[in-house]
Structure formats: structure tokens, C-alpha cells
């Protein structure tokens, strides 16, 4: 008689490294709405979504290219964009009457003062009751983009003396 090996398949997204379902039952199991932040390489997602039993359903989104028609001048990817979408979210979701949410920012690596926790205090202090500690905010001049101010200026000034040199 031969026996068949017997496997357990783990489930399509977890094989893939997309989802962490230990961390996302914590979440759901909050029946609050998730703000998820996600990072690409050309521009920062914002979505307030909330667990449905046939599917999450996403109840307000924006992402930071939606900061162009704002008459935003910047990089839609940096930390005062990523600051200034999580006042638009917080913004956008009041009107939808959410209050609350609870912050989701996946496998992103949680480090104090970066761009997904720049988007989370441009929530809060938009009004969206989101439970997070003060000390993982990035500082008001990295918020004010003072950090890059210089580097701005060093490549007008590169720009110019190429100009001149062509």
C-alpha cells in the first residue's frame, strides 16, 4: 500500500509575501476602518478601507498625484507630500463621516519619522481619530521640507552654472 504525501498549502497571498493574515485578523477584528498607506516608486496611496465578508471595500482614497490639482508644486513622493495627502484623506473622510480609523501600513518597515508616519500625522491633525504615539512623528521642519530646502537650492544653482557652461 503507498501512501501519497500530504502537504498544507499555505494561502495564495501569504505564499506570495503580500499578506500577513496574523496581523491583518488583529486589524479586522478591530471593526474599525484601516487608513492603509502604501508606498510606490511614484507616489504615495491613501485608502480608508473597511472589512466586508465578500471583500474590503474601500470607503475613501486618494493618492498624492491628487495634490497636482491642489496646486502643489513639489514631488508627489516625498515626506511634506506624504504629510500634506494624510491631511487630504483625513479631509476627504470626514466629509464621508469617518471619525476613527486604525493604521495600517503593512509590510512597510516602521521607522520613526518616516514617510508613512508623515501621512498618518497629516491625519490626525486633520481631524481622523487615529491611536498612534507622538514620538514616532517625523519633526515639523522635515514636515516643512527644511531637510531638502538646501538641496533644492544646490541643484537651481547646478542647473544655472550647466546653463552656462552649454
Not at 485608502?47 to 471583500?55: A, F, V
Request: charged content about 25%; hydrophobic content about 40%; proline content about 3%.
Amino acid at each position: 500500500m503507498r501512501h501519497a504525501n500530504i502537504q498544507n498549502v499555505s494561502f495564495r497571498r501569504k505564499r506570495e509575501g503580500k499578506t500577513n493574515y496574523r496581523k491583518r485578523f488583529r486589524l479586522v477584528g478591530s471593526e474599525q476602518p484601516r487608513l492603509v498607506i502604501r508606498i510606490t516608486n511614484t507616489k504615495i496611496i491613501a485608502q480608508l478601507i473597511s472589512y466586508e465578508e465578500k471583500g474590503d471595500k474601500v470607503l475613501v482614497a486618494t493618492d498624492s498625484r491628487a495634490l497636482l490639482k491642489s496646486g502643489w508644486k513639489g514631488s508627489v513622493k516625498n515626506l511634506p507630500a506624504a504629510y500634506m495627502l494624510g491631511f487630504l484623506i483625513a479631509k476627504k473622510a470626514t466629509k464621508a463621516g469617518i471619525t476613527n480609523a486604525i493604521a495600517d501600513i503593512g509590510f512597510h518597515t516602521s521607522i520613526p519619522g518616516n514617510r508613512v508616519y508623515a501621512a498618518l500625522k497629516g491625519a490626525v491633525e486633520g481631524g481622523l481619530g487615529i491611536p498612534v504615539s507622538e514620538e514616532i512623528f517625523p519633526s515639523e521642519d522635515r514636515l516643512a521640507g527644511k531637510h531638502i530646502e538646501g538641496f533644492a537650492n544646490n541643484v537651481d544653482s547646478m542647473k544655472k552654472a550647466m546653463e552656462k557652461e552649454a
